[in-house]
Nanobody
Framework: QVPLVESGGGSVQAGESLRLSCTAS??????MGWFRQAPGKEREGVAG???????SYVNSVKGRFTISRNNVKNTLSLQMNNLKPEDTSMYYC?????????????????????WGQGAQVTVSS
């Protein structure tokens, strides 16, 4: 059974919006978040939310992206508004049952054992 299944993504023009969703199964994860990876670049944390609803973002998406989770349905979402070409990446949801801080700017991909399959987001100017 795959713990995380993603949906959403696509191709849009700059300034438009997209929504990513992730459905989890099996566990109530302490920390859930979104990473992204552009070709030739490292995978970076984008947004995180812990089980109690504490949220964090990297500076480049603050004010444009909104992360949310539903602990009853065990789902995670990322609403992305005012998208920019530099947001073009493969986006991955990730989850961890045991992790220190659920702080997106300091996310270490090695702390997350569970990953979605990835969703491509392409933003053209």
């Amino acid at each position: 059974q795959v713990p995380l299944v993603e949906s959403g993504g696509g191709s849009v023009q700059a300034g438009e919006s997209l929504r990513l969703s992730c459905t989890a199964s099996g566990y109530t994860f302490r920390c859930m978040g979104w990473f992204r990876q552009a070709p030739g670049k490292e995978r970076e944390g984008v947004a995180g939310i812990d089980r109690d609803g504490r949220i964090s973002y990297v500076n480049s998406v603050k004010g444009r992206f909104t992360i949310s989770r539903n602990n009853v349905k065990n789902t995670l979402s990322l609403q992305m508004n005012n998208l920019k070409p530099e947001d073009t990446s493969m986006y991955y949801c990730a989850a961890a049952r045991y992790v220190g801080d659920c702080d997106a700017p300091t996310f270490n991909r090695g702390d997350f054992p569970y990953w979605g399959q990835g969703a491509q987001v392409t933003v053209s100017s």
